[in-house]
């Protein structure tokens, strides 16, 4: 396994399993090589991945885990040097002829986007000017409740941004989970990305504010590994 991520471990009533991922284009595959693209340590935890801004990728083959999720949460730690490739790059992208994304944008300068799409208006937030911070690490969160169709951002445990679509989500069950980058290999993570995270539900304002925390996994399985915090880690073998 190239890459493991947790999915839903600190809810256990929201655990998904286990997917894996492919690390395409990447200079260095083998643990800790510290390139500029490729694993690399430190992370915010242990190991993190190094994307390149160029064309990096990881893929998780669509499968019926991650596909269609109504509401969800995507989270992540990162730690971009710049906005990416085309100032758009991609932290998570899951696309078929519905989608989910979540990046960093250039409109408003040097911030975090996230859209979902729905059969009448989409959901779209989009987060202040200036909100990334480049050459650090930050606890970033999208959230969907399909309930309200309200679509949520947040950095380090605040909301920093929100909006609300109409309709139904559609499918995205014909596209592949990319982290780093889009399917196409055209919006590429310039920076590190550590301890992705997927959940089947919105997490509450509280509930990210833990994930944003960095208190341990209390209810979590063992994905690839625990560190000495006993957060869950990611790893290659």
Same mark, same amino acid.
């Given at each position: 396994d190239v890459f493991d991520y947790p999915v839903a471990p600190r809810w256990a009533a929201?655990?998904?399993?286990?997917?894996?991922?492919?690390?395409?284009?990447?200079a260095c595959t083998t643990l800790n090589c510290n390139a500029t693209s490729g694993w690399t340590t430190p992370g915010q935890f242990a190991g993190a991945l190094n994307f390149d801004g160029a064309n990096d990728i990881v893929t998780v083959p669509q499968n019926a885990t991650l596909n269609d999720l109504a509401s969800f949460t995507y989270s992540a730690w990162v730690f971009p040097r710049s906005l990416g490739e085309g100032s758009v790059g991609r932290i998570i992208d899951k696309s078929g002829s519905g989608y989910k994304r979540f990046r960093l944008?250039?409109?408003?300068a040097s911030s975090f986007y996230g859209e979902v799409r729905l059969g009448t208006t989409n959901a779209v937030a989009a987060a202040p000017?200036?909100?990334?911070?480049?050459?650090?690490?930050?606890? +970033?969160?999208?959230?969907?409740? /399909?309930?309200?169709? +309200?679509?949520?951002?947040?950095? /380090?445990?605040?909301q920093i941004a929100t909006g609300t679509g109409a309709g139904n989500p559609q499918s995205d069950a014909s596209g592949d989970f990319v982290i780093g980058n889009n399917a196409g290999a055209s919006a590429t993570f310039d920076g590190l990305i550590d301890d992705v995270m997927v959940y089947n539900r919105a997490l509450t304002a509280q509930e990210v504010q833990t994930l944003a925390s960095g208190a341990p996994d209390l209810a979590a399985p063992v994905i690839s590994g625990q560190g000495a915090s006993g957060q869950t880690t990611t790893a290659a073998t």
């Open positions: 929201e655990f998904l399993g286990v997917s894996t991922g492919t690390l395409g284009n990447f944008d250039k409109d408003p000017a200036n909100s990334d911070s480049l050459n650090q690490w930050q606890h +970033v969160v999208m959230t969907f409740d /399909n309930t309200t169709k +309200v679509l949520r951002i947040y950095k /380090n445990g605040v």
